[in-house]
């Protein structure tokens, strides 16, 4: 059978090395400290405005994803985010694995990694491979390092919960395999139940399979079973997200799932963009709620320190899924976020994401973006010069 699934492009080694540093920002008093005085600075004002942490410096992506509304021309390569940075969320990644030893994931504060292993309880399990801690097809590293990585991530101090698609032993991908999505969603409930993280919780699928299969009887016992897991993942507060595809040039609507089941649920499908702009092969259409950068993405690469270069809407929808999980730890946010309970937190997620988001251009798309709004500290970073407070270096 044809293989259903749709990935971002192939990826390419970069000669740029990894680097970056954190500052802190006092919002109160607007000056800018070191990283060591940001322990002491929270547990000595915990109850006054948010603190802004800067990545400085940080790859493009990141930097559109806190860039704010009005501001043209950025003072440094930061990211800007609320200290919170998804304390306490946790994001579940259902793609091809990760690869964790790579120094983008290890010793990440304040977080847990765990893994699931889904099967397919149709098939035979000799017929896939042995389950391994490991990326087996080199994409799930780079989607769970938008979301939640040190260098690349959103939401950096999120829990990572890895689940990972298993692997057929000569390589196909039958529609048949998709049945393993069934086990993985169950399997992400129970976890979700079993560590009390239901509300805080968003999945990220990074797979999609094009409408085309839908008439096979087999893809539509599949979907009516999709559909039941992915009720009972809402009504516990599971913030789903999705990319539109990667099929915009010969279908530049939406025609594949799980994107077409957000006429059906409050699920988050994100497109993809290319510097302001929807990107050429991103596919489009009402079904979309906001775009993220797609191309040329920044990713870890397995020859450290370098850095991979990927593209695909498989990279935008981690971005937003790490938005997600940051959003959920941002203090102000919480009352709109919980509003009506726990069934009520992934439609009221997608109105506020879809709210922070804007075009980044008159009459372009709207661009992900964490509502951070650090113009109040620019005065403070060109006179102290922030560059000078740095702990760490660019290269």
Not at 144 to 165: D, F, H, M, Q, R
Request: with cysteine.
């Amino acid at each position: 059978m044809a293989n259903p699934k749709v990935k971002a492009d192939g990826t390419a080694l970069s000669n740029k090395p990894i680097g970056s540093s954190q500052l802190i920002v006092d919002r109160r008093r607007s000056g800018v400290s070191k990283n060591s005085d940001t322990t002491s600075d929270l547990t000595q004002r915990a109850d006054d405005e948010p603190k802004i942490l800067l990545q400085v410096p940080a790859r493009p992506e990141l930097q559109d994803v806190s860039t704010p509304p009005g501001v043209m021309d950025l003072p440094m390569d930061a990211y800007a985010y609320d200290i919170a940075a998804g304390e306490g969320s946790t994001v579940y990644v259902l793609d091809s694995g990760v690869n964790t030893n790579l120094e983008e994931f290890a010793d990440r504060p304040g977080t847990s990694t765990r893994w699931l292993f889904p099967k397919n309880k149709l098939i035979d399990p000799r017929f896939y491979e042995p389950d391994k801690m490991e990326d087996s097809d080199d994409h799930g590293t780079g989607v769970a390092a938008k979301a939640v990585g040190k260098t690349y991530g959103v939401a950096k101090k999120a829990n990572l919960v890895i689940v990972k698609i298993p692997v057929p032993v000569n390589k196909r991908t039958p529609i048949l395999d998709l049945f393993a999505w069934i086990d993985a969603m169950n399997l992400i409930y129970q976890d979700a139940q079993d560590h009390g993280t239901f509300g805080r919780s968003v999945l990220n699928i990074g797979y999609t399979f094009s409408q085309k299969h839908s008439s096979d009887p087999m893809v539509k016992g599949f979907l009516t079973r999709f559909r039941s897991c992915m009720t009972k993942l809402i009504s516990v507060g599971f913030v789903i997200v999705v990319p539109s595809g990667n099929q915009g040039v010969k279908y530049p609507l939406i025609d594949g799932y799980p994107a077409l089941l957000a006429s059906e649920f409050p699920i988050i499908v994100v497109g993809g963009s290319d510097n302001g702009a929807k990107a050429d092969f991103s596919q489009a259409g009402p079904l979309v709620d906001l775009y993220a950068p797609a191309t040329d993405i920044s990713i870890p690469s397995l020859n450290a320190p370098f850095v991979a270069c990927g593209s695909g809407t498989s990279y935008s929808s981690p971005t937003v899924a790490g938005l997600v999980a940051y959003l959920m730890s941002v203090q102000k946010y919480q009352e709109q976020i919980n509003a009506g309970g726990l069934g009520k937190v992934a439609e009221n997620m997608k109105v506020l994401v879809k709210s922070l988001a804007y075009p980044r251009e008159d009459g372009s798309v709207p661009i992900v973006y964490n509502g951070v709004d650090w113009t109040s500290i620019y005065h403070t970073c060109e006179q102290d010069s922030c560059e000078a407070n740095w702990d760490g270096d660019e290269s």
